[in-house]
């Protein structure tokens, strides 16, 4: 895969560069990223090109979620061509294909190697805390250090959720987390149940449904979206509609659409749909909201019907706005017959017992809590997540980065979290008290899309 490298790295810092663990106690710096993915990575590079002293914290390796928390058949469900990091855009051969999982490791190890950013793994942040005097007193296993300014780039996606259930699962069945899910053959034989129907869920449920597994799968309140209409990659659409570029102060549903599940779909074989009717004509076994587990049988909501007509609404949906957006520029693209349902419950099933089936293991795809107790600044709701305004919380000097929905859909992810990035790098420069290292230089090259 071919990467752009046409920006040479500028303005580095003059402060000599840790190498390691060892030469972080007791320093000082103008700013200290934590993090060391994507969002950390294009902080690094838009510091770098204004000139702001700083250093990166990873508590594993660059890229550690990427290269440790994907299976084996993961892709990503936007088109390459979105992959937008700071002078950094994706520059392959398949701009309109899908990255598998070690491509996007590699692109981000590419990327790592262009910018050479500042970056010491090994360095986990235990507490983050800010004194008297306005400074941030970072906390690691590598000893303490002070900061002016912090950004806490961890993404939002942190603990596993496994929901409460009156009686654990029997201990002969096998649990893991979508997180650490890898393939089928790492469950031992039998059928699996599935529990979730986000993006992990939906699309693990797939891959075991391909391998042969039989899956009993329990349908969330995700909404699915048609990979391809019209001619084009719905993404592609929504793109040239305007949609990316769309601020969570503008969205209908504003902050709350923060917590709203993604939309399901796959990048798989070229990118298709996932149709849980088609899964379910074939034989995956689909069920309502999993409610409660008692003397070894699973209690369900009769609301699969609903759900399932609720994701097909919303693909439909999308499907509506593209025609009308279609109509409005007068374009002359193909006609394409709307989805029509290939299967139907014919009853709802609130109650399965397991001993009644050949279940041996469970994948857990609920979706994952912010965990932020390390930081101790009060910037926080009751829930724990952060408060901020596109990042800048009402603490002097304290950013987040790499947020789902922090400032437009694509800021967690590639082609968004650059422009976040140049954002705050602007706004760190700004702040009183920072060295320059060297010249400004230009702001971050970024497209002005989201993810």
């Known amino acids: 895969m071919a990467l ?23 320093g000082h710096w103008p700013v200290v990223i934590v993090g060391g993915g994507q969002a950390g990575l294009s902080m690094s590079r838009c510091l770098q090109r204004q000139g702001v002293d700083h250093v990166v914290l990873e508590r594993a390796v660059v890229a550690h979620s990427w290269k440790t928390y ?3 058949t993961f892709c990503l469900v936007t088109p390459n061509w979105q992959c937008q990091l700071p002078d950094f855009p994706y520059a392959g051969e398949d701009p309109h294909g899908f990255m598998v999982r070690d491509q996007i490791v590699d692109y981000l190890e590419a990327y790592r190697a262009f910018i ?13 805390a800010r004194d008297d005097r306005g400074t941030y007193r970072v906390t690691t296993n590598a000893g303490e250090l002070t900061a002016d300014q912090v950004v806490v780039a961890t993404g939002g996606y942190h603990t596993p959720i496994t929901p409460p259930m009156s009686q654990p699962l029997p201990a002969g069945i096998t649990q893991v987390q979508s997180q650490d899910y890898k393939s089928g053959a790492q469950l031992p034989p039998g059928e699996v149940l599935v529990v979730g129907s986000g993006q992990s869920g939906a699309q693990i449920a797939e891959d075991l449904h391909l391998e042969g597994r039989r899956v009993h799968l329990v349908v969330g309140d995700a909404p699915r979206v048609a990979r ?8 592609d659409w929504l793109a040239e509609m305007g949609y990316y570029d769309m601020p969570v102060t503008e969205h209908p549903r504003r902050e709350a659409v923060r917590a709203q599940a993604n939309h399901y779909v796959t990048g798989r074989d070229g990118g298709r749909d996932i149709d849980l009717r088609a899964h379910a004509r074939d034989g995956m076994r689909l069920y309502g909201l999993m409610t409660d587990h008692r003397d070894g049988t699973l209690h369900f909501n009769p609301d699969l019907t609903e759900r399932l007509d609720h994701a097909d609404e919303v693909s439909e949906s999308i499907k509506d706005t593209i025609d009308k957006y279609i109509v409005q520029e007068q374009l002359d693209v193909p006609a394409e017959e709307r989805y029509t349902p290939v299967w139907r419950p014919e009853a ?23 965990d932020f107790r390390w930081v101790d600044v009060p910037v926080f709701t009751g829930r724990g997540a952060p408060t901020h305004t596109r990042g800048v919380t009402s603490s002097p000097g304290l950013y987040f980065l790499g947020l789902p929905w922090q400032w437009t859909w ?13 954002y705050l790098a602007e706004r760190i420069r700004s702040q009183r008290g920072l ?3 060297g010249p400004r230089g230009d702001v971050c090259n970024v497209l002005a899309l989201g993810s």
């Open 4 to 26: 752009s490298t046409d920006t040479a790295p500028e303005n580095r810092s003059s402060r000599r560069r840790p190498t390691g663990p060892e030469d972080l106690a007791g």
């Open 435 to 437: 060295t320059s290292t």
């Open 70 to 72: 994907r299976w084996d």
């Open 116 to 128: 050479e950013p500042p970056v010491v793994e090994g360095v986990e942040v235990t507490r983050l």
């Open 228 to 235: 391809f209409y019209r001619g084009r990659d719905v993404t």
């Open 410 to 422: 694509g800021s967690g992810r590639f082609s968004g979290v650059g422009r976040d990035a140049e």
């Open 348 to 370: 709802e099933t609130t109650e399965l017992a397991l001993a009644d089936t050949d279940i041996t293991s469970v994948v857990w795809c609920i979706g994952f809590r912010q």
